[in-house]
């Protein structure tokens, strides 16, 4: 399973659903339909974030309103000045000597604001995919598997890059978190360690 554009529902410590956000969406709907006391979380599979989810209303306003909501826009919509790249606009908040020192850059602030991402995202692809492997694995446990047995320790094993221990530890943990705390990790460590 991917985790690129996918979210996955627990209910406790048991996954419920994993799919495209909007069918995920219906699907959380129907359970708390049948089980309003059930208490669902859904996950981005991307960064292990909880997503809120506005269930009112009939499945089709709940799809519109996530098609419609701005996480979807910015990708589709173009902003003026240079549609064709996808140039998103956004405010960046610096001191005098850091806008003096881009100004004098070739190609002015914005490009070499491009050009210092692009070096930075290109330094250290391997350690940037660990970071956020990590990141998104421990965001997931905490809000699920705080209460299971060794989460802490599986927390240890994560942060240390011990991929062994990790699988040994998560391993008792129920069938969904370990499938989950899985996927999300699987670039937390490096291929010996795991």
């Known amino acids: 399973m991917s985790a690129r554009n996918r979210y996955t529902a627990f209910v406790g410590t048991r996954l419920v659903t994993a799919g495209p956000l909007e069918e995920v969406a219906v699907e959380v709907k129907a359970l708390l339909v049948r089980d309003p006391t059930a208490a669902a979380i859904v996950f981005d599979d991307t960064t292990g974030r909880a997503v809120d989810l506005d269930l009112r209303g009939s499945d089709d306003s709940v799809v519109q309103r996530l098609v419609d909501h701005p996480i979807h826009r910015t990708k589709t919509r173009l902003s003026a000045g240079r549609p064709k790249l996808g140039v998103v606009s956004r405010e960046v908040t610096l001191l005098p000597r850091h806008w003096e020192w881009l100004a004098a850059q070739p190609g002015g602030a914005s490009a070499a604001l491009r050009r210092l991402v692009d070096e930075a995202r290109h330094a250290t692809p391997v350690a940037e995919r660990v970071r956020r492997a990590r990141e998104a694995t421990y965001r997931f446990m905490t809000a699920v598997a705080g209460d299971l047995p060794q989460y802490e320790e599986a927390i240890r094993a994560l942060f240390a890059g011990d991929g062994a221990r990790y699988d040994s530890v998560i391993g008792?943990?129920?069938?969904?978190?370990?499938?989950?705390?899985?996927?999300?990790?699987?670039?937390?460590?490096?291929?010996?360690?795991?």
Do not use: K, T
């Not at 008792?172 to 795991?194: C, I, K, M, R």
């Open 172 to 194: 008792g943990w129920p069938s969904g978190v370990q499938l989950y705390a899985g996927l999300l990790s699987q670039d937390a460590f490096e291929p010996e360690s795991h």
